[in-house]
């Protein structure tokens, strides 16, 4: 089958840093996405990895281990308009479909 | 401006009656999908398609039906044989398979939603 666990909620304060883990087990792996959505709002692409190791974005990175089917988005020098949930999603081998998991929601307060 | 629009953006049904969500995009992407989002839980893979005239269900494609008839559209019917409709329904699209290397994002845009109840 397949399953992304995510945290379902995680709270920091301004100014600090987070880090939203995500586990994965799907059938076939090509690639890993995380999305930021706000309330009411469409995901918006944050980070993409696909081989192992640490992709760097400004105030965001994003970490890959295929082998532990592990992944966790960073956020640095977190503003409060980083309140947000975060989604996690798995591109699979065949097709183009992704699976997507529940997300977190990140709450940054003052 | 390039981009992925969805209408209507609220829309309210009653039971028993079929409705259709659009899609559409300029884009010029050839992969299109539908999403379903119930509150407080991810996006559920409804349909997608690769290319036109061409689709699959996804995970949760009982009660939908959808049409590819032109790349830039893809829209959604919601019929009376889906037993929960009332969600936020999310269209995205991406340059489709021909682009995906290792190198290549290929990462989905997703277009504002539509936010189905019904009565």
């Known amino acids: 089958g397949q399953n992304i666990d995510q945290p379902t909620e995680m709270t920091a304060t301004e100014g600090a840093i987070v880090q939203i883990n995500c586990t994965y087990q799907?059938?076939?792996?090509?690639?890993l996405f995380w999305y930021q959505q706000h309330a009411g709002e469409a995901p918006t692409f944050l980070s993409y990895?696909?081989?192992?190791g640490l992709e760097e974005k400004g105030r965001f990175s994003s970490f890959l281990s295929r082998s532990k089917g592990y992944s966790y988005l960073l956020l640095k020098e977190l503003q409060m308009k980083d309140s947000a949930s975060y989604l996690c999603?798995?591109?699979?081998?065949?097709?183009?479909?992704?699976?997507f998991g529940p997300g977190t929601r990140l709450s940054v307060l003052p | 401006d390039g981009g992925i629009t969805q209408s209507p953006k609220y829309l309210f049904r009653k039971e028993g009656q079929n409705v259709t969500l659009s899609c559409e995009q300029n884009l010029n992407h050839d992969a299109m999908y539908w999403y379903r989002q119930d509150p407080g839980q991810g996006l559920r893979l409804i349909y997608y398609?690769?290319?036109?005239?061409?689709?699959q269900k996804g995970d949760i494609a009982e009660g939908y039906s959808v049409s590819r008839e032109k790349k830039e559209s893809f829209p959604l019917t919601v019929t009376s044989a889906q037993k929960n409709p009332t969600a936020f329904y999310l269209c995205?699209?991406?340059?489709?398979?021909?682009?995906?290397?290792?190198?290549?994002?290929?990462?989905?845009?997703f277009g504002p939603g539509t936010r189905l109840t019904v009565l």
């Open positions: 995205a699209s991406s340059i489709g398979s021909r682009a995906v290397r290792v190198s290549s994002y290929n990462e989905q845009f």
């Open positions: 999603a798995v591109r699979r081998n065949y097709g183009q479909n992704f699976v």
């Open positions: 398609s690769q290319i036109v005239n061409d689709f």
């Open positions: 990895n696909v081989l192992d």
């Open positions: 799907t059938s076939g792996f090509n690639g």
